[in-house]
């Protein structure tokens, strides 16, 4: 199937810790972003990476980084997890010339406890 | 800051009638206009883009834009009770900014 995926699709961990969650996608997109969704729903970009150049990075505390292997990759590693990073995950990617809008993968809710 | 704004609802609708939905946007120069629709605990799915001032029809769905009042709408036609979701407005520009999103309910 083509698609945009990640993984994990839930992750629970202590404050402290670090955690990354991976995404993938193959439909062949040369843009891939990072979104975070609140409990009050908004969605916020964190990140887009387009042909595995940052070109965006929107307020977000350094203990968020970004890592692309390729431009098919888009991992999202997080150091000294705090409550506060609770939220869900949404990787998405786009053709960025085409402005037919974004694929979203099926997103990961990060519980700190 | 950019901005994008949208009535969180919720609204209501029944079954068969027509669900406006509303948004509006800050910046001017803007050009790309989308309509995600979310279930709970699901993922934004595209429905509509719209580029051009006036209508774009797909099926039931009409999104409207008029930029000289930085207005994007979009319009369910028969609503139906899986029309039910949360539907966020976003604006490209760089990126996709979306608003917060308006919840719908369309009861049988």
């Known amino acids: 199937d083509t698609a945009v995926s990640q993984t994990p699709k839930y992750l629970v961990t202590q404050m402290g810790n670090d955690k990354s969650i991976k995404c993938e996608q193959n439909?062949?997109?040369?843009?891939m972003y990072w979104y975070k969704q609140d409990s009050k729903k908004f969605l916020k970009i964190m990140f887009s990476y387009n042909n595995k150049e940052l070109i965006i990075n929107e307020t977000v505390p350094n203990r968020f980084s970004p890592k692309s292997p390729d431009k098919a990759h888009l991992n999202l590693h997080i150091n000294s997890l705090e409550l506060g990073d609770s939220a869900v995950y949404f990787c998405?990617?786009?053709?960025?010339?085409?402005?037919?809008?974004?694929?979203f993968g099926s997103g990961t809710r990060l519980t700190v406890v | 800051q950019k901005e994008v704004e949208q009535n969180s609802g919720p609204l209501s609708a029944p079954e068969g009638a027509i669900a406006s939905l509303n948004c509006t946007y800050s910046d001017r120069g803007s050009q790309s206009f989308f309509w995600y629709r979310q279930y709970s605990g699901k993922s934004p799915e595209l429905i509509m883009f719209?580029?051009?001032?006036g209508d774009k029809e797909d099926g039931r769905f009409t999104a409207q834009l008029n930029k000289a009042s930085q207005y994007v709408s979009l319009l369910i036609r028969d609503s139906q009770p899986s029309d039910s979701a949360t539907y966020l407005c976003a604006v490209e520009d760089n990126d996709m900014r979306f608003g917060a999103g308006t919840r719908l309910t369309v009861k049988p």
């Open positions: 719209i580029y051009s001032n």
């Open positions: 439909l062949g997109h040369d843009t």
């Open positions: 998405a990617s786009s053709q960025f010339s085409d402005h037919y809008g974004y694929t």
